[in-house]
C-alpha cells in the first residue's frame, strides 16, 4: 500500500441505525499521510462514521456508492482488525467489571472483548504486553480488575489493547472524556508520542483542545453533513466552528492547540 491510500474513502454512502438515517450521500476520504480529526457536535454522526470504517456497519447498497478502507472494499474482518487499534467509551463498557488489566491488553491479539479459556497467549505476546503496559504506566496494575482502576487507568488498559498488534493507524472516540485534567494530559501526552513515532491517529472528539498539534487534517460534521474537511488551520476558523455549532464563540490558538470560549 502505498503511503498515500486513504484510510477510507466514502463515496455516497446511505447508512441507517436502526430506523435513522444517519448519513444520505456521504463522500468523504480520510488521508493515507498524516492525522486527521473528525469533529463535530453530539449526534453528528461521528461514531457512526467510525463503524463504517471498521466495518461494524455497512452502507446501503447502490451503485456508485462504496466504502474503501485502505484501497479495498472487501476485507478478512480480523485482518483489518490488527491493522486498526480503536479506543472508544463503547468499547470500555463493555467489559465486564471483573475483567483483569492484563487479559483487557491481551484481549487485543483475537480483537475479542475480555479473554476466554480457549485463547492461549505465547510468551512474545505475553511479554509484548508487559512491554506496552509499561510504556503505559500501567504494568503494576495488570492483576487488578477494571473495576478497581480510575476511569483514566481503564482507558490506558483498553489504549494497551489498541496497540498490541503494533497497529499503524489508530482509531479514537473521545478518548478524553470522563477524564480529569492529569489523565487527560496524560492521555494527550501518550498520543502525541505515538504520532510522533509514526502511527496515524483518527480522533474524533466535540472538544478543540483534544486536538494535539501533530494533526494534520481536521473534518467537521453536523447531522451526518461533512461541513468543512482539509488542512487543521483552514477548518478551524471562527466562522466554521460558529456554523457547526450553531454557537457564538472565539478560538484561541496557543502553541499549536485550539480552544474555544464565549464570544
Ligand atoms: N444504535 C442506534 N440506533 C438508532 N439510532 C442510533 C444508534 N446509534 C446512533 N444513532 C443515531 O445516529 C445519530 C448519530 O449518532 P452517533 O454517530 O453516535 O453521533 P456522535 O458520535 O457524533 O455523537 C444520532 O442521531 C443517534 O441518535
Ligand atoms: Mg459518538
Known amino acids: 500500500m502505498s503511503e498515500n491510500t486513504p484510510i477510507v474513502d466514502i463515496r455516497n454512502a ?20 498524516g492525522s486527521t480529526a473528525i469533529l463535530g457536535p453530539n449526534g453528528a454522526g461521528k461514531s457512526t462514521l467510525l463503524k463504517l470504517l471498521m466495518r461494524e456497519i455497512h452502507p446501503v447498497v447502490m451503485d456508485g456508492s462504496h466504502v474503501k478502507v485502505f484501497g479495498r472494499d472487501r476485507w478478512v474482518i480480523t485482518e483489518l482488525r490488527a491493522r486498526l487499534g480503536v479506543v472508544s467509551n463503547e468499547l470500555q463498557v463493555r467489559y465486564s467489571p471483573g475483567a483483569m488489566g492484563l487479559n483487557v491488553a491481551l484481549s487485543g491479539f483475537y480483537s475479542s472483548i475480555g479473554t476466554w479459556g480457549h485463547q492461549s ?39 494497551a489493547r489498541a496497540l498490541i498488534n503494533n497497529p499503524d493507524t489508530l482509531i479514537l472516540d473521545e478518548p478524553t472524556s470522563g477524564l480529569d485534567v492529569p489523565a487527560t494530559f496524560h492521555y494527550l501526552g501518550i498520543i502525541r508520542d505515538l504520532i510522533a513515532e509514526g502511527r496515524q491517529l483518527v480522533l474524533v472528539t466535540h472538544h478543540l483542545h483534544e486536538i ?34 450553531s454557537t457564538d464563540l472565539q478560538i484561541v490558538r496557543q502553541d499549536g492547540w485550539y480552544q474555544v470560549l464565549p464570544a
Open 121 to 159: 497467549f505465547s510468551k512474545e505476546q505475553l511479554d509484548e504486553a508487559d512491554r506496552i503496559m509499561d510504556r503505559l504506566g500501567i504494568l503494576h496494575l495488570k492483576e487488578k480488575p477494571l473495576a478497581r482502576m480510575s476511569t483514566g487507568e481503564q482507558r490506558r488498559f483498553l489504549l
Open 212 to 245: 494535539p498539534p501533530e494533526v494534520d487534517h481536521v473534518v467537521t460534521i453536523r447531522q451526518g453533513r461533512v461541513m468543512h474537511a482539509g488542512p487543521k488551520a483552514e477548518v478551524l476558523t471562527e466562522a466554521n466552528l460558529k456554523e457547526l455549532f
Open 14 to 33: 446511505t447508512v441507517y441505525r436502526g430506523e435513522t438515517r444517519v448519513f444520505d450521500g456521504l463522500t468523504l476520504t480520510i488521508p493515507g499521510a
